[in-house]
């Protein structure tokens, strides 16, 4: 039978119709397994870390897109939780200013992967500059469209060099957004999160799952898969989320270090 993560990952080259998803499914998980199950993935995910980083000879890099309210930074929130800090770094990638302007659109994304021995979570990444440029045309078609090319040379030579990466898509519906855009209007400790132009970004949902669908389709490759996650219960969302990372650490066989010297021959005096 598929495992959970064989179901969430776009094949490499085939089409993907995002609007097609129902973005409340749950692949027959139930909500008080899916709790125990997470738990369970934030200890193997946790114990998976501390051998990464120990070996210090590789890296694992973690994307997550998604329309806004999907979840971003939830996921991070719930999913990362059991991390060790000194072992993993975020990056929010927000419009482009200062230097990352007088640099090409890689650059920025460069800097921050991570090191040996670390994770690096991306909440946005480069596929902003095929998401939001390409539907309010910040830079021409023929800048963009040559852009799935390039993101994946470059992702196949991190991915050569030792970085593993994943990509999850967090897709939630039309409705779900406006219900989540709604409490944060209603509620005081959330207000902070809402933004006019978050909502104004309603208008052009069809654009954007134009672009996810072609992003999707051009960009899941071998080396670096897009796993599309319906994220409309935040609970299977995490869960999935989880779940996937844990595995292709685990399959990872990540190995703590040889000691250099023979320990058994060392007196602590
Ligand atoms: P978030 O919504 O991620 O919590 P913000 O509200 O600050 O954070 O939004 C960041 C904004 O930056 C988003 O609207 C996103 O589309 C935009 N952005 C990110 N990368 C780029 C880019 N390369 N070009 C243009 N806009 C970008």
Same mark, same amino acid.
């Given at each position: 039978?598929?495992?959970?993560?064989?179901?969430?990952?776009?094949?490499?080259?085939?089409?993907?119709?995002?609007?097609?998803? @129902? =973005?409340?499914?749950?692949?027959?998980?139930?909500?008080?397994? =899916?709790?125990?199950?997470?738990?369970?993935?934030?200890?193997?995910?946790?114990?998976?870390?501390?051998?990464?980083? =120990?070996?210090?000879?590789?890296?694992?890099?973690?994307?997550?897109?998604?329309?806004?309210?999907?979840?971003?930074?939830?996921?991070?929130?719930?999913?990362?939780?059991?991390?060790?800090?000194?072992?993993?770094?975020?990056?929010?990638?927000?419009?482009?200013?200062?230097?990352?302007?007088?640099?090409?659109?890689?650059?920025?994304?460069?800097?921050? !992967?991570?090191?040996?021995?670390?994770?690096?979570?991306?909440?946005?990444?480069?596929?902003?500059?095929?998401?939001?440029?390409?539907?309010?045309?910040?830079?021409?078609?023929?800048?963009?469209?040559?852009?799935?090319?390039?993101?994946?040379?470059?992702?196949?030579?991190?991915?050569? !060099?030792?970085?593993?990466?994943?990509?999850?898509?967090?897709?939630?519906?039309?409705?779900?957004?406006?219900?989540?855009?709604?409490?944060?209007?209603?509620?005081?400790?959330?207000?902070?999160?809402?933004?006019?132009?978050?909502?104004?970004?309603?208008?052009?949902?069809?654009?954007?799952?134009? =672009?996810? @669908?072609?992003?999707?389709?051009?960009?899941?490759?071998?080396?670096?898969?897009?796993?599309?996650?319906?994220?409309?219960?935040?609970?299977?969302?995490?869960?999935?989320?989880?779940?996937?990372?844990?595995?292709?650490?685990?399959?990872?066989?990540?190995?703590?270090?040889?000691?250099?010297?023979?320990?058994?021959?060392?007196?602590?005096?």
């Amino acid at each position: 039978m598929a495992t959970l993560a064989e179901k969430l990952i776009v094949a490499p080259g085939s089409k993907f119709k995002l609007g097609k998803l @129902d =973005a409340d499914r749950t692949f027959g998980v139930q909500k008080a397994a =899916a709790a125990r199950k997470l738990e369970r993935n934030i200890e193997r995910l946790s114990e998976l870390q501390y051998r990464l980083y =120990a070996e210090a000879r590789r890296a694992v890099l973690v994307v997550l897109q998604g329309i806004d309210a999907a979840g971003k930074d939830g996921t991070i929130r719930h999913v990362m939780t059991g991390l060790n800090p000194q072992g993993v770094r975020v990056t929010s990638f927000k419009v482009p200013e200062g230097e990352e302007r007088r640099h090409d659109y890689l650059w920025r994304i460069h800097r921050a !992967c991570p090191e040996w021995g670390s994770i690096g979570i991306f909440n946005r990444s480069h596929y902003e500059d095929v998401l939001v440029v390409r539907v309010h045309n910040l830079a021409p078609k023929s800048v963009w469209s040559k852009r799935y090319r390039q993101i994946n040379e470059f992702e196949r030579s991190l991915s050569e !060099c030792g970085v593993t990466i994943l990509k999850f898509l967090l897709y939630i519906s039309k409705e779900e957004q406006a219900k989540r855009f709604e409490e944060r209007l209603d509620d005081p400790s959330k207000n902070w999160k809402f933004s006019a132009a978050d909502s104004r970004e309603r208008d052009y949902w069809d654009a954007y799952l134009d =672009a996810y @669908d072609e992003m999707l389709e051009k960009c899941s490759t071998q080396y670096a898969p897009w796993y599309v996650i319906p994220a409309n219960r935040k609970w299977f969302r995490n869960l999935a989320v989880s779940d996937v990372i844990a595995g292709v650490l685990e399959r990872m066989k990540l190995e703590f270090p040889k000691p250099a010297t023979d320990l058994s021959a060392v007196k602590i005096t």
